[in-house]
C-alpha cells in the first residue's frame, strides 16, 4: 500500500502543524488558514493561454496588456495586475490574448484547504472561465496548478 500513514515511536499517527496526517511522501498539505510571510507577488507564464472565442465586451477606459503577475490584495488573496501596480483602480482592464479580463484572481479557498487560481474573461453572457485549477499542498500559492475548468490550455500552470 502506498501513502503509509507516518507514526511517532509511541505508535501515535503524527500529525502536521495544521493538524492533517502526515504521509510517508511527506507532501504538505495547503494550509485551512492563512500563512503568516508570504509574499506580496506572484506570477505565471501567460505564454500557453490563449482567450475563449466567447470573451467580448468590458466597459473600459484604459487597456494594459496583462503580464501574468497577481498582487497582494488582503490576507491570501491577490489580484491579476502587473508588476508596475500596486492597486487596481475604476475602469482599469487587463487583457490576455486581446481580450478583457473580468476576474484574475491567485487565492487561499480555507474550507476546502487549497490555492485556487481563476481567471475569467467578460462575454455577453457575463463572464467565461479561461482558465480554473487547484493546487492541494503547499504553504505558499508557488508551484503546480492543476486545470478543473476553462476553453485554454495547459492543464497545469505554474505558479512562481
Known sequence: MTNHLKHADSGHLLHNA?????????????????PQNLAGS?????????ACASCEGGICSTTHIWDGTFQLFSS??????????????AGQCFQLDGKNLST?????????????LTLNCFSSGGENTI???VKTTGLTPAGSYTKTDGCSL??????F
Open 104 to 116: 484574475i484572481q491567485l487565492r487561499l479557498n480555507p474550507y476546502d484547504c487549497q490555492w485556487e
Open 42 to 50: 506572484y506570477a505565471i507564464n501567460t505564454g500557453d493561454l490563449d
Open 154 to 159: 495547459p492543464v497545469v500552470l505554474t505558479v
Open 76 to 89: 491570501c488573496n491577490w489580484q491579476g495586475l502587473n508588476s508596475e501596480y500596486n492597486q487596481w483602480t
Open 131 to 133: 482558465w480554473e485549477g
Open 18 to 34: 495544521n493538524g492533517h496526517l502526515v504521509h510517508e511522501c511527506l507532501s504538505v498539505p495547503a494550509p485551512c488558514l492563512c
